[in-house]
């Protein structure tokens, strides 16, 4: 269990200190090549969720966020001895906290990684954590479903 809070932790730490930088280095809407051709940060506000769905639509994010928070914690301390578990819950509670306190103390999401070689949607190390989670948790319920299945 100290593994995830310290996972955790980090996470939501790197993530906000990357949103710090990119606000106060990165002019709201500019782009700014890091690896040409590849990969760009730029300073972008989103309003909704991801894709920016039901923008401007924060306190239900909040409501939804509070929930998830709950929901997420309920399930860590739940599953903390299985690391199959352990660590996807651990990826997606740190994204849902970070993008959590940006709705909480700006009223929108800093997302700042701008993938130059396909149009794909701006994002940021807390999305990056709740997608990389959620892969792992598909993952590790289909290994957990194959194993009984065989029993």
Known sequence: MPYYGLLIVLLVIGDQSLKF???NNIQLG????FI???LS???LRNIGAAWSILEGQQWFFIVISIVALILICYFLWRYRANWHFGWP?????AGTI???????????VVDMFQLDFIN???FNIADMCLTVGVILM???ILFEDEGTKND
Do not use: K, M
């Open 41 to 43: 940060f730029t300073n």
């Open 36 to 38: 040409p051709g590849l």
């Open 89 to 93: 819950l651990s990826l997606i509670l």
């Open 21 to 23: 930088w990119i606000t």
């Open 98 to 108: 970070g993008n959590f306190i940006d709705r909480l103390r700006l009223g929108y």
């Open 138 to 140: 598909i993952i590790a």
């Open 120 to 122: 794909f949607p701006i």
């Open 30 to 33: 500019a782009v700014d090549s």
